[in-house]
């Protein structure tokens, strides 16, 4: 699904101050594509993936992810409207330590309320496809970064999302495996046809993204 921005703005407060962090902010982003964010810590890029996932709203301005004024709906709908369209890669991983590697990536289709046998073969395919089938029992304590961040990548393909919104993916893995986790998430993805916006200091990317965009003064801009 394509995704508009159009006169976005978002400030927050902060030591009892207000700082305007986006400012009447425009972009597109393409359905299918790879677009990157770029900029540096504080610059606005993890707002912006919060503004479109519907985990934040603007102060003002519209968002619309295909038909639906996403900046518009309430928070149940937004709850629901994440839950069946987008997914998600944090830096952190963000898995449940409690959970095995299968649970973890079974955990968003039970909310959907998908059945449980569904829910596991579906699991057990993405994780073939990330390369983990052998590591399912395994909980993520027991797993290198690079491991956590696939597991956490099949995650957020496990209930097939049209947007994939990546926060730094790679900002708590080296050099060599986060390139490879970049990699095979873009492979995945394209394979797909999904959306990814992946927000990033890292410019590893940027010969093969289909748009890349770099954020300064509350706006972004081609960056070239």
């Known amino acids: 699904m394509k995704i508009q921005l159009t006169d976005i703005s978002k400030s927050f407060v902060e030591g009892g101050k ?4 986006l400012d009447r902010l425009n972009a597109e982003f393409q359905e299918g ?6 900029g540096k810590s ?3 890029k993890s707002t912006i993936l919060n503004l479109i996932s519907g985990i934040d709203t603007p102060d ?3 968002i619309r992810i295909g038909e639906k004024k996403v900046s518009e709906m309430g928070d149940y709908e937004r709850t629901l409207f994440r839950r069946h369209h987008i997914g998600f890669v944090f830096q952190f991983f963000n898995l449940i330590p409690t959970l095995s590697v299968l649970e973890n990536v079974m955990l968003i289709r039970e ?3 998908s059945g449980n046998r569904e829910n596991r073969e579906k699991a057990l395919q993405i994780l073939d496809q990330v390369g983990l089938a052998d590591r ?9 970064g690079g491991e956590q961040q696939r597991t956490a990548i099949a995650r957020a393909l496990a209930h097939n999302p049209s947007i994939i919104l990546a926060d730094e993916p790679t900002g708590n893995l080296d050099h060599e495996t ?4 970049m ?9 797909m046809g999904k959306t990814l916006i992946m927000a990033t200091h890292s410019t590893d990317l940027n010969k093969v993204a289909d748009a890349v965009f770099g954020i300064q003064d509350g706006k972004l801009m081609p960056f070239n």
Request: proline fraction near 2%.
């Open 60 to 62: 003002q301005g519209q």
């Open 33 to 38: 594509q790879l677009s990157i964010i770029l």
């Open 183 to 191: 990699e095979m998430m873009l492979k995945l993805t394209r394979e």
């Open 42 to 44: 504080g610059s606005g």
């Open 18 to 21: 207000s700082r305007m962090v």
């Open 111 to 113: 909310l959907d309320g």
């Open 136 to 144: 399912r029992d395994t909980t993520p304590e027991n797993l290198s």
């Open 178 to 181: 986060g390139t490879m986790v």
